[in-house]
Every structure is written in structure tokens, then in C-alpha cells.
């Protein structure tokens, strides 16, 4: 659908030129550095945003190129996500009487998120990405104790989504490695979202957190899984596999799988599986750190809340 | 009389296993995970032990909800926050009438109390939840004779107990007791009045009496 609404951006690329030529050197894509069952390092932190009841930033770090620092065109995308929660709030009028928390989930690309432009009204791939976390954040929540209320989590990917490197001259790749951003997106979108209901204040059975692996094609070895894999490294990767997952109850609330898993025998869909809850439960550290340095600045601050809260 | 033992975490986060629901019972804020009997943390807090009381014979483990940024509170007793607070069935509500019709009175709910165990005071709403008085809910006695009209006014603080979730848009709020009913109110001169009886208002500045379904003050 074509928003007709606003004076939209060129569709594809304001990028600047990139000149071959001033490259003192040759650029090649980033090359994964990380061990198999190494994670990119994850910034968290949750109540950034003041006007929500609750928030959260993720940053995963970028892998770093090879060469050529100096260029901006070899700059590998980081995965920078920030969720806000409100509520939970009246539901509107003309809304049915529910006895439970009824969720509302929205996933954004800023215009400037890839370099491909998006545009302001949610396209097909957002909506998919937020029907995904519905579901991983449903799982969690306890609704019956936030009976005829609405919560609405809105995330917005700031950086991401990038497939390919810029000077490959490929932005949407063709479709080839198109979409394999998508789910480590989500991964990111579950953990930050899982922060953002936990500092609002909203019950949750435990704390989900996502997970990504993905079977990778070895030049000179068989194929190998890597946990969280990063678009901008160029890998070919035959299948991944998203999942959000409980630790305490050994659940799983979302898991997608895309590509094709039978092409080795012995790297089969649960080995896959487990190398994303693996995934999922190295972010859940993360995680709990940040919500405890955040309980802990907040038990500090409230002098007034509880008052017995003073005495301990 | 909450107490901190040592076997509680200072700290806890959703998920994490507190105690057995053979010791303890599972309060607000915590969960109770019934394959495992096992009482789990639902927010993240401090945990805290109520000793067990005449309606409880285990004590029970609570998370208080803990509201961000309190130090924007314009009204040191009253905790401010973007996080809203739900009107639960059986709490006592203060709200504000925005409509008085003849078989209803449409209030909003501005601030929901705390029960004696939690402390006491009120915890303000992030938002205004619609609620309703219905005439047979406006007092205890002679409730064929009620008249809306003669009982609130617009603009009226009421302060009505919560009996019931109600409809898909309102609260069911009820006045029905002697300390329930109006608390503050104005004058047609738009003076805040005194009240003078059970269903009085009296006019500090004019004396004019305007009636009202008048809470008994503490």
C-alpha cells in the first residue's frame, strides 16, 4: 500500500556515492570473529522513556569489518531497538467487555532504520514481525489480574534490517538472504519488550528473553551452527530459527523457523532449537541485570511508595 | 508488620522461585505455580512476609508494585506515575461526577485506596476509569426514594466503594455506608462547602445549605 498521505523520501537510497578509487585498500565483507556459541554484546537498559509507563533500549554491537575503517560504506549495521509499554490503560468505548489484559503489539522501522527507506505506515513484514511478538509476550503475561485494561507495546527499530553491505551494490539482495535480518530482529524485539512490561509493572510469569541460531554454510567444512547471526557477516545460511523462551519453567512462548533444516543430517531442527534457547538464555542474563539495576535505583527513589519499604 | 528474613532475595524478578506454597501463601506480586507448588515472583521488587493473621493461617509473601519516577509527585503522599493502578473490587475509590442522570451517577475514578495490610493511603490512576452509581447503590436505607439529583452534583469528589467490574465501559460503584458518599463540594457561588448533616452542605460565605449523600467524616 502506497502512503499517499505524506511527502515521502526517495524509496530506494540517498546513499552518497562511495568511490572506489580512495580505497586504499580492498573491502571485503565482515567476517564472523565470534566463536559458534558467542553472542554479540548486548547493551540493555530499561525506563528511558518518561512518558511511558515503561521502557527499554537494545543495542547489539556491530560486528567489525575487516578492513577499512575509514570508509563509511564497510560501517556494519548495529541492532538498536527502543520499546516503550502503555498502560495498561481503559479500553476504548466500543471495546467488549474482557476479562484479561488485552495486548497490543507494534513493531516500526524508523524511516532511517535500513537503507532501504521505510515508509510511515506499517508494511506487511512489521505487521508479521509484530504478530510474532504477540505471541512470545502473550505466554508471559498474567491478564487476569489487569481485568478490562489494554497495554499497548510499541517498538521501534532504529537500526537493523540491514542484509548486505553497501558497497556490494545489492541492497534487497534479491530475496536471497532477504528476511534472515527479520529474525534476529525479532529476537531482539522479544528482550526488549520483555524489559520494557517488567519495569511498567505489569505481572509476568518470568522473564522471556529471545534467541537466534542459524545453520551456516562452511567453505571447506560441513555445516556448522552459529548462534546469533549477524546479517552484515555475509554468512549463507541454510536455516534459522527464532525462539522466545522461559528459563524457570523450560518453556517456549514463539518459535519461527525458516529456511530449509534437513540439508545435514546430523545438524537436525532440535540441535538448531537448543542452540537458540542457548542463545536466549545467555540474553536472559542481560536482562536480569538491567532489571535489577533498575528495581534497585527505584526502590532507592521512592521515599513515599510503600512505607515499609524504609525500613529495610 | 512486613518482615525481611533472610531467605527472601532483596531483590526479585518475574520468575524467580520464592518459597513453597506448604510455608507460605502467594499475595500480589507473586504467583503460585501449582504443578510444582512453588511461589514464583511476578514483579520486580523487594520481597516482603506478612505473619500469618486471623484470615491466613500461613504467612503470606508479597511484591509490592513499585511506580517509576515517584519524584515527580506534585503530592508528597501520593505516589504519581505513568504506571497505572486498577480499581479492584472491594476497594474503597475516590472519584470525580461528571454526569448525574436519574437512575445513574457517572463518576470517573481518580485514586484507588490501599488496603490496611499494604499501608494505607491511596495510589493515584494514570488514567480516569469510568465508573457508575447506580440509585439503588446510593444509600443503604430508603433506596425507593433516592433522587440522584439530590445526592451529587457535577464536579463532587465522591468516595465510593468498588462492588463489581461492571459493563464493558464502567466500574459499579457503591455509596451505601455511612462513611461513603460526598467529600468535597461546591457551591452554586463556587465555594467549597462544610458538611452540616448526613445530607447536608452548608455554604461557609453565603450560608446556603445544598443537599448532598454526605461522608461521615473520620
Same mark, same amino acid.
Given at each position: ?184 530482529? %525479532? ?5 526488549? @519488550?520483555?524489559? #520494557?512490561?517488567?519495569?511498567?509493572? +505489569?505481572?509476568? *510469569?518470568?522473564?522471556? !528473553? ?61 540441535? %538448531? ?5 542457548? @542463545?536466549?538464555? #545467555?540474553?536472559?542474563?542481560?536482562? +536480569?541485570?538491567? *532489571?535489577?539495576?533498575? !528495581? ?17 | ?218
Amino acid at each position: 500500500m502506497t502512503d499517499r498521505r505524506r511527502i515521502n523520501g526517495p524509496p530506494s537510497g540517498t546513499s552518497p556515492p562511495v568511490f572506489a578509487s580512495s580505497l586504499s585498500s580492498k573491502v571485503f565483507p565482515a567476517k564472523r570473529k565470534r566463536a559458534p556459541d558467542e553472542l554479540r554484546k548486548i547493551f540493555l537498559k530499561t525506563g528511558l522513556t518518561p512518558s511511558a509507563s515503561g521502557s527499554a533500549y537494545l543495542e547489539l554491537e556491530p560486528s567489525t569489518p575487516t578492513a577499512a575503517h575509514k570508509s563509511l560504506a564497510t560501517k556494519a549495521p548495529a541492532l538498536k531497538l527502543t520499546c516503550t509499554v502503555h498502560g495498561p490503560r481503559p479500553l476504548p468505548r466500543s471495546a467488549p467487555f474482557s476479562p484479561q489484559l488485552s495486548l497490543s503489539t507494534r513493531i516500526k522501522f524508523a524511516p532511517f532504520a535500513a537503507r532501504q527507506r521505510k515508509g510511515y505506515v506499517p508494511d506487511a513484514g512489521e505487521r508479521d514481525l509484530a504478530a510474532h511478538l504477540e505471541t512470545a509476550l502473550r505466554g508471559v503475561l498474567i491478564g487476569e489480574r489487569w481485568p478490562k485494561s489494554g497495554v499497548d507495546v510499541v517498538v521501534t527499530v532504529l537500526e537493523g534490517g540491514e542484509d548486505a553491505l553497501w558497497n556490494r551494490g545489492q541492497s534487497s539482495d534479491g530475496g536471497r538472504t532477504g528476511g534472515w535480518g527479520m529474525m534476529s530482529i %525479532l529476537s531482539g524485539c522479544i528482550t526488549v @519488550a520483555s524489559a #520494557a512490561i517488567i519495569d511498567a509493572g +505489569i505481572d509476568c *510469569i518470568d522473564v522471556v !528473553t529471545g534467541g537466534v541460531a542459524a545453520i551456516v554454510r562452511q567453505p571447506t567444512a560441513p555445516p556448522q551452527v552459529f548462534i546469533d547471526p549477524c546479517p552484515a557477516d555475509q554468512e549463507e545460511i541454510y536455516a534459522t530459527c527464532v525462539v522466545g523462551y522461559l528459563q524457570t519453567r523450560d518453556e517456549i512462548t514463539e518459535l519461527w523457523t525458516k529456511g530449509n533444516v534437513t540439508l545435514s543430517i546430523d545438524l537436525g531442527f532440535e540441535h %538448531l532449537l537448543d542452540q537458540a534457547v542457548e @542463545a536466549a538464555v #545467555a540474553a536472559r542474563l542481560v536482562l +536480569i541485570e538491567a *532489571i535489577k539495576e533498575s !528495581t534497585e535505583i527505584k526502590v532507592q527513589t521512592s521515599r513515599i511508595g510503600h512505607p515499609k519499604n524504609a525500613a529495610s | 508488620m512486613a518482615t525481611t528474613t533472610t531467605t527472601l532475595p532483596p531483590l526479585a524478578y518475574p520468575g524467580l522461585p520464592l518459597g513453597s506454597s506448604t510455608t507460605y501463601t502467594s499475595g500480589p506480586g507473586t504467583y503460585l505455580h501449582v504443578p510444582t507448588s512453588t511461589i514464583h515472583a511476578s514483579l520486580a521488587g523487594q520481597p516482603h512476609l506478612h505473619p500469618a493473621n486471623a484470615s491466613t493461617s500461613k504467612p503470606t509473601l508479597t511484591i509490592p508494585r513499585l511506580l517509576p519516577s515517584p519524584t515527580h509527585a506534585p503530592i508528597p503522599s501520593a505516589n504519581i506515575s505513568n504506571a497505572n493502578t486498577l480499581p479492584r473490587v472491594g476497594a474503597v475509590v475516590l472519584c470525580r461526577v461528571v454526569r448525574v442522570r436519574t437512575r445513574q451517577v457517572d463518576v470517573v475514578v481518580l485514586a484507588v485506596g490501599r488496603g490496611e495490610e499494604e499501608g494505607g493511603g491511596e495510589d493515584v490512576c494514570g488514567d480516569e476509569w469510568q465508573g457508575v452509581v447506580r440509585r439503588e447503590d446510593v444509600r443503604a436505607t430508603e433506596k425507593e426514594k433516592v433522587l440522584c439529583a439530590e445526592g451529587f452534583r457535577v464536579g463532587d469528589v465522591v468516595r465510593g466503594v468498588v462492588i463489581s467490574l461492571g459493563d464493558q465501559s464502567n466500574y459499579y460503584l457503591s455509596t451505601a455506608r455511612n462513611e461513603l458518599g460526598v467529600i468535597m463540594a461546591k457551591s452554586e457561588a463556587g465555594n467549597t462547602m462544610v458538611p452540616v448533616s448526613w445530607k447536608e452542605f452548608r455554604d461557609p460565605v453565603t450560608g446556603e445549605r445544598e443537599s448532598r449523600k454526605v461522608a461521615k467524616p473520620f
